[in-house]
């Protein structure tokens, strides 16, 4: 039903730049719960960010708080992930994943919590 697709990823240096981009197709999302995950080799998928709906209430992980924001253009179907200062240990497959329905607030930090994913974006920060 919904299909998501990131972009955006790359090499930078540690303190460095990078902004990701999650495409959907299929159905709009306006009203999906949208977040980002990431992976590294060998680590378990980890939570980094999430929006419960358009304009609603932001949430990150401990590991990016203060360094990443997530934002959303309904109108783009497009959710994107602005990571500033980053850190070698921020290298990882970033995934979007997105909700088919409504997902309370604490839930959101959950992989489970969400039905629709992207295959993934790679993200390296060299030291």
């Known amino acids: 039903q919904v299909q998501l697709v990131e972009s955006g990823g790359g090499l930078v240096q540690a303190g460095g730049s990078l902004r990701l981009s999650c495409a959907a197709s299929?159905?709009?999302?306006?009203?999906?719960?949208m977040g980002w995950f990431r992976q590294a080799p060998g680590k378990e998928r980890e939570f980094v960010a999430a929006?419960?709906?358009?304009?609603?209430?932001?949430y990150y992980g401990d590991a990016v708080q203060g360094r990443f924001t997530i934002s959303r253009d309904n109108a783009k179907n497009t959710v994107y992930l602005q990571m500033n200062s980053l850190k070698p240990e921020d290298t990882a497959v970033y995934y979007c994943?997105?909700?088919?329905?409504?997902?309370?607030?604490?839930?959101?930090?959950?992989?489970?919590?969400?039905?629709?994913w992207g295959l993934g974006t790679q993200v390296t920060v060299s030291s």
């Open positions: 994943a997105a909700s088919s329905t409504w997902v309370s607030a604490p839930l959101l930090r959950r992989a489970t919590s969400y039905d629709y």
């Open positions: 299929g159905r709009t999302f306006s009203s999906f719960p």
């Open positions: 929006r419960g709906t358009s304009g609603g209430t932001t």
